[in-house]
């Protein structure tokens, strides 16, 4: 099958994520057909280099045999059971590893990461109702946060884009200033900017608290803002002013966890503990869907009584599937027998190195924490986008940048040399797109 033939049954069958369906009148769909360490391959065998890691779910790369083993072996055991009452082993290790992973316990699984975020609202919400402060009800997340698209977790979602048009169903939150360091006064460093925040958190804090559940926030990195990055004592205040204050912490670690940053999870960086951690993307190495919410044994022991009505009574059919499960269980052992994260250790280091290489350019804030790499294009091109995501794609690189954001965050897998290729087309792409 050709890959006009394949688009254009897509265009006719599918209605595509995060897309204007009619923009594809100009942009053709890219039909894969398969998928090889950092490369995709669409029918005609043109390859594409995944700089997104798949919308940042994967990290050893596309066709790994260790993931795939996993899955097999599970399918011939037992595909899916219901976890109402019913209880099996991939989901008892995966749910023992994470607690030792993560200090926190009692996985609550569901599939993708806005349920994630939900979970965690709800269990929040519902732990002070248990307490008997159902005062406490309302959230607070970060400006320019974003924590996925369901009404709960798009309520939370400071992205207007994705936000506005729902705005009147939505719940009432509170957005408090953004610690990214790109926000700052000039002169100020990342650590006095984020201190300004803390304050200005607190002063919120200090007068609201006894109507706060919680707190959301993405760790260290926004990444759907625009790879926003902050300094890891942003954290710590916060975790400090949430004990202090009575308000939950939510770490929405969905998209930076599983070695992202640079340790398996970024609140290590802060060496603080969250009341929950809401987990997703790379947790199965990009093969199936899972996401979890960890919470403290405190919030648990909230939710145990004779009665149901104290219980957490959500649900989704596939909580806890076998086959997710195994794929996550195959990640972590990877990470374990391979030494994933002295491995990214050095690799971030080269590809700091070859990035800095892109400093001649128009850019600024070129930027970096573990495996994610940054900078913001100084043009004042209106579809700047677009022309960049078309143009690196006819170059056979798969990068989507965020407005005038360009971002890399490969598989973990990419070589030396796929990131000298990578940052060569991007210095290409710049010198090309004549920046204005
Ligand atoms: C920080 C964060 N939270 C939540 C989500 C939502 O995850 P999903 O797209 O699986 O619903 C995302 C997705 O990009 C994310 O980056």
Redesign the pocket.
Known sequence: MENQDLLQRSLKAVWHPCTQMKHHEQLPLIPIRRGQGVWLYDMNDKRYLDAVSS??VNLFGHNHPRIKHAIKQQMDALEHVILAGFTHEPVVRLSERLAALTGLGHCFYAS??????EIALKMSFHYWRNQDQPQKRRFISLQNS?????LG?LSVTDVAIFRDTYAPLLLETVQVASPDWRLAVKGESAEQYALRCAADLETYLSQHHTEIAALII?PLV???AGMGMYAPIYLQKVRGLCNRYQVHLIA?????GFGRTGTMFACEQAAIKPDFI?L??GITGGYL?L?VTLCTDDIYQAFYADSSARGFLHSHSYTGNPLACSAALATLDIFEEEQVLAANRQKSIYLKQKMATLRSFPIQHLRQIGMIAAFDVETTQPDFQRVFYQKALSRGVLVRPIDKTVYLMPPYVISEEEIDWLVAQLAELLTEMQLT
């Open positions: 919308w940042w993708d990461g806005a349920s994630a975020t974003y924590h996925g698209e369901t977790a993405e926004q990444c759907a929405d670690e969905i998209a930076v809401c997703s993307k869907p996401s």
